[in-house]
Nanobody, 119 residues
Framework: QVRLVESGGGLVQAGGSLRLSCAAS????????MGWYRQAPGKQRELVAT???????HDADSVKGRFTISRDNAKNTVYLQMNSLKPEDTASYTC?????????????WGQGTQVTVSS
């Protein structure tokens, strides 16, 4: 079992910055990819950014150049630095961790943290 706890959300004005953190605990071996997803009211959940255990990152086009995902393996924590925030970035941001143990795929989600960007 893996527990993911997000923090760092809040209310910020457009153009501002926030840094989200996701602390993982539990059975952390074989976690390959961690990432952030977001869901705005009335919309489907969408990928924001992911990072593998080797440090390879993938960002959604909508956040390229503004958001940066990073990972501290020693602290079992993933960060999402969000700069130049826009009102359309307003959403609940959720952390994800997934990987394989043998042939079994596992996929865990945090509870989410709210980010609200005012215009």
């Amino acid at each position: 079992q893996v527990r993911l706890v997000e923090s760092g959300g809040g209310l910020v004005q457009a153009g501002g910055s926030l840094r989200l953190s996701c602390a993982a605990s539990g059975s952390l071996f074989n976690i390959n990819t961690m990432g952030w997803y977001r869901q705005a009211p009335g919309k489907q959940r969408e990928l924001v950014a992911t990072i593998t255990s080797g440090g390879k990152t993938h960002d959604a086009d909508s956040v390229k150049g503004r958001f940066t995902i990073s990972r501290d393996n020693a602290k079992n924590t993933v960060y999402l630095q969000m700069n130049s925030l826009k009102p359309e970035d307003t959403a609940s941001y959720t952390c994800n961790a997934n990987g394989f143990r043998g042939t079994s795929y596992f996929n865990y989600w945090g509870q989410g943290t709210q980010v609200t960007v005012s215009s």
